[in-house]
């Protein structure tokens, strides 16, 4: 019986020590598990973070230099819209001045020249116009005989002059 017991002694420690050994075994397997869990964990997040960090910042970006570029094309189209305009309204308004000028001229010159015939009589009327008429036929051929294939016609030395 003695041997027995010591057998079972021995037996029990043995038990004792494998159960330990299983036991720290386990206890690190869990230990490490925890830790690679844990570091998993922290970098899955850290890069969750830094990609969401980016994206955030690339739309902000984006969205931005769109806005400004689209400001950008708003006030160009309003600026050049404008001075097409304004030059529009100034041209238009230079050509009624023009107009109305020469209007205004034509119909005094007309009245003039109506008021000078009605003075100078049939006589007078007679000879201005005759006189006009020589002028303008002059003119007509001053500019027939100076045409640039016969500029020796247009000296001042010629019949004409």
């Known amino acids: 019986m003695a041997w027995c017991d010591a057998w079972w002694h021995e037996w029990h420690a043995l038990v004792t020590v494998v159960t330990v050994v299983r036991v720290v075994t386990v206890v690190r397997v869990v230990t490490v598990v925890t830790v690679v869990t844990v570091v998993t964990v922290v970098t899955v997040v850290r890069v969750v973070t830094v990609v969401t960090v980016v994206t955030v910042v690339t739309v902000v970006t984006v969205v931005t230099v769109v806005t400004v570029v689209t400001v950008v094309t708003v006030v160009t189209v309003v600026t050049v819209v404008t001075v097409v305009a304004v030059v529009t309204v100034v041209t238009v308004v230079t050509v009624v001045a023009v107009v109305t000028v020469v209007t205004v001229v034509a119909v005094l ?47 001042p030395d010629s019949a004409l002059w």
């Open 109 to 155: 010159t007309v009245l003039t020249v109506v008021t000078v015939v009605a003075r100078l009589g049939d006589t007078g009327v007679s000879m201005f116009l005759s006189i006009t008429a020589r002028r303008i036929a002059n003119a007509s051929t001053i500019l027939w005989l100076c045409a640039p294939s016969r500029p020796l016609l247009c000296r």
